[in-house]
């Protein structure tokens, strides 16, 4: 076997593995194990429909469904980010004793909150038979364009994060700070026409929006938004360049700071 | 025959830092930090060259803090030098600190796929070699257990066995290690030295100099982060012994 293929295969397997440890550790121990996957969604989604509909009683058409479209990507971008700031820190015997590239542990959490994330999914779909249009063949089209965009600019912030933890702690404390200061700040709770026009810039200059937007454009209303995904495609390169940078930067001294 | 580790004028220095340097000195020292500098440094390793063949047996000897086994990480690369360039030129199996990428909620089984596959081979390499490693553990009934209700000795022979069998190209060892009873300790250092013997690479950290001697068909004095002695392992143990009374 040539070796340049067996690396290769090495290297995908490590990924394999690596993602697949984070979503059975995740339920190790746990009597219905993987299927939390599937329920906590629904039951969220439970939840936020009492919510909405019995105790706020929001006259916005079809408001769970608009809620949760944004909510699901969101999720799988905060908790990725949240989960990755303790990612090298956390594998502390790994990263000393072990060589392998140290940014498989930020690519499989991110993998390992993207199956929570494909698990949603059922939910949206059902929602969108029942209040939108169905999936359809933009579904096709979009999805995999939007997943790939979001999974590099996550990477790039979560490459970024999780190194600059290491030598900086105090960065998981700015990190919960900044995740809810975000998931305000971006369109999910309400919809960008509700903001005043004098604050709709803060709104603008945030690349989630455009993401968010795309998403729920594609769910709710089976609508390809080219322009959204161009902007977060864009950003998203940003994102990740940066964070690549940054990784290999601060990773060749993370032995002596971890 | 071929140098399949080659280190030339390495040099490794660690920071030394306080804890929580406190916001003040953080920033103002934030751009030498950045940089790597730092106003009071530990030279863990002061310019090392050595270079070892294809087959060879290198023991490494010296004084606890000489820089063993900063240098074994440097040649692993799970750390990089200051100055200095190290090639390794095959997949390299460490028995440091075995069982390293043990997760104690995951089973034997779960537990050997992924050492395997950080160890150097594919996850077919590791199912195919999967029984044998199970069976040289001496743990078959408690393979699908995690590995967190094992007891020590448990532990230790299968993280062994699993490095042992991933058919090691360059063996990177700090100490022969004791693992589990009598009799299994004999059988971990038979296949070790069965390994060493049969012509696989390996570098060797040991202050037992019986062993070095013994085993290895080269050996380096290392004393201060530099080489003090360097030649066949009778002649460097015996300067070695000399000096240190």
Same mark, same amino acid.
């Given at each position: 076997?040539?070796?340049?293929?067996?690396?290769?295969?090495?290297?995908?397997?490590?990924?394999?593995?690596?993602?697949?440890?984070?979503?059975?550790?995740?339920?190790?121990?746990?009597?219905?194990?993987?299927?939390?996957?599937?329920?906590?969604?629904?039951?969220?989604?439970?939840?936020?429909?009492?919510?909405?509909?019995?105790?706020?009683?929001?006259?916005?058409?079809?408001?769970?469904?608009?809620?949760?479209?944004?909510?699901?990507?969101?999720?799988?971008?905060?908790?990725?980010?949240?989960?990755?700031?303790?990612?090298?820190?956390?594998?502390?015997?790994?990263?000393?004793?072990?060589?392998?590239?140290?940014?498989?542990?930020?690519?499989?959490?991110?993998?390992?909150?993207?199956?929570?994330?494909?698990?949603?999914?059922?939910?949206?779909?059902?929602?969108?038979?029942?209040?939108?249009?169905?999936?359809?063949?933009?579904?096709?089209?979009?999805?995999?364009?939007?997943?790939?965009?979001?999974?590099?600019?996550?990477?790039?912030?979560?490459?970024?994060?999780?190194?600059?933890?290491?030598?900086?702690?105090?960065?998981?404390?700015?990190?919960?700070?900044?995740?809810?200061?975000?998931?305000?700040?971006?369109?999910?709770?309400?919809?960008?026409?509700?903001?005043?026009?004098?604050?709709?810039?803060?709104?603008?200059?945030?690349?989630?929006?455009?993401?968010?937007?795309?998403?729920?454009?594609?769910?709710?209303?089976?609508?390809?938004?080219?322009?959204?995904?161009?902007?977060?495609?864009?950003?998203?390169?940003?994102?990740?360049?940066?964070?690549?940078?940054?990784?290999?930067?601060?990773?060749?001294?993370?032995?002596?700071?971890? | 025959?071929?140098?399949?580790?080659?280190?030339?004028?390495?040099?490794?220095?660690?920071?030394?830092?306080?804890?929580?340097?406190?916001?003040?000195?953080?920033?103002?020292?934030?751009?030498?930090?950045?940089?790597?500098?730092?106003?009071?440094?530990?030279?863990?390793?002061?310019?090392?060259?050595?270079?070892?063949?294809?087959?060879?047996?290198? =023991?490494?000897?010296?004084?606890?803090?000489?820089? &063993?086994?900063? #240098? !074994?990480? /440097? *040649?692993? %690369?799970?750390?990089?030098?200051?100055?200095?360039?190290?090639?390794?030129?095959?997949?390299?199996?460490?028995?440091?600190?075995?069982?390293?990428?043990?997760?104690?909620?995951?089973?034997?089984?779960?537990?050997?796929?992924?050492?395997?596959?950080?160890?150097?081979?594919?996850?077919?390499?590791?199912?195919?070699?999967?029984?044998?490693?199970?069976?040289?553990?001496?743990?078959?009934?408690?393979?699908?257990?995690?590995?967190?209700?094992?007891?020590?000795?448990?532990?230790?022979?299968?993280?062994?066995?699993?490095?042992?069998?991933?058919?090691?190209?360059?063996?990177?060892?700090?100490?022969?290690?004791?693992? =589990?009873?009598?009799?299994?300790?004999?059988?971990? &250092?038979?296949? #070790? !030295?069965? /390994? *060493?013997? %049969?012509?696989?690479?390996?570098?060797?950290?040991?202050?037992?100099?019986?062993?070095?001697?013994?085993?290895?068909?080269?050996?380096?004095?290392?004393?201060?982060?530099?080489?003090?002695?360097?030649?066949?392992?009778?002649?460097?143990?015996?300067?070695?012994?000399?000096?240190?009374?």
């Amino acid at each position: 076997m040539n070796v340049f293929d067996h690396e290769f295969r090495r290297k995908r397997d490590l990924l394999w593995l690596l993602t697949k440890k984070e979503v059975t550790l995740k339920y190790k121990r746990t009597v219905l194990g993987i299927v939390w996957s599937l329920l906590n969604p629904i039951l969220l989604a439970l939840v936020m429909f009492i919510a909405f509909k019995v105790f706020m009683k929001i006259k916005m058409e079809n408001y769970t469904f608009f809620f949760l479209s944004a909510l699901f990507p969101w999720n799988w971008f905060s908790a990725s980010v949240v989960m990755s700031t303790g990612t090298l820190i956390g594998n502390v015997n790994l990263i000393k004793r072990v060589r392998f590239p140290r940014h498989f542990l930020v690519l499989s959490t991110i993998l390992g909150q993207l199956v929570n994330f494909i698990f949603a999914l059922p939910i949206v779909v059902g929602f969108s038979y029942f209040q939108g249009e169905g999936p359809g063949i933009n579904w096709l089209i979009t999805f995999p364009i939007l997943i790939v965009i979001q999974f590099i600019a996550t990477l790039g912030i979560c490459l970024m994060i999780s190194i600059v933890n290491a030598y900086f702690r105090d960065m998981e404390y700015i990190v919960g700070v900044v995740i809810s200061l975000l998931f305000w700040m971006t369109p999910i709770v309400y919809p960008l026409k509700m903001v005043p026009e004098a604050y709709r810039f803060y709104l603008a200059i945030n690349p989630l929006t455009y993401l968010i937007t795309a998403w729920r454009d594609l769910f709710m209303s089976n609508h390809i938004d080219w322009g959204s995904i161009g902007i977060s495609f864009g950003s998203s390169l940003i994102f990740v360049l940066l964070g690549i940078l940054v990784f290999q930067r601060l990773g060749k001294r993370l032995d002596e700071v971890i | 025959m071929s140098d399949i580790v080659e280190i030339k004028d390495v040099w490794k220095k660690f920071p030394m830092r306080r804890d929580r340097p406190g916001l003040k000195e953080f920033l103002v020292n934030l751009p030498k930090f950045i940089n790597g500098n730092s106003n009071s440094n530990f030279w863990a390793i002061k310019g090392v060259t050595f270079a070892v063949k294809q087959g060879e047996c290198l =023991g490494i000897i010296g004084k606890n803090g000489a820089g &063993k086994s900063t #240098l !074994l990480s /440097l *040649i692993l %690369g799970t750390i990089y030098p200051t100055k200095g360039n190290i090639n390794v030129s095959q997949e390299i199996t460490p028995l440091l600190d075995i069982g390293a990428g043990f997760h104690p909620d995951l089973t034997g089984r779960e537990n050997i796929l992924i050492n395997g596959v950080l160890l150097g081979l594919t996850k077919d390499e590791v199912l195919k070699r999967i029984e044998e490693i199970i069976t040289f553990s001496e743990i078959k009934e408690f393979v699908d257990m995690p590995v967190r209700t094992y007891s020590t000795g448990m532990y230790l022979k299968l993280a062994f066995s699993v490095a042992i069998n991933t058919n090691p190209k360059l063996l990177l060892i700090d100490e022969i290690l004791s693992v =589990g009873d009598e009799a299994f300790r004999k059988k971990s &250092k038979d296949a #070790l !030295l069965q /390994l *060493i013997k %049969g012509g696989v690479t390996t570098i060797f950290v040991s202050h037992n100099l019986t062993a070095v001697k013994e085993i290895c068909n080269r050996a380096i004095w290392l004393d201060g982060g530099k080489i003090r002695e360097e030649g066949i392992p009778e002649k460097v143990v015996e300067e070695y012994l000399k000096y240190s009374g």
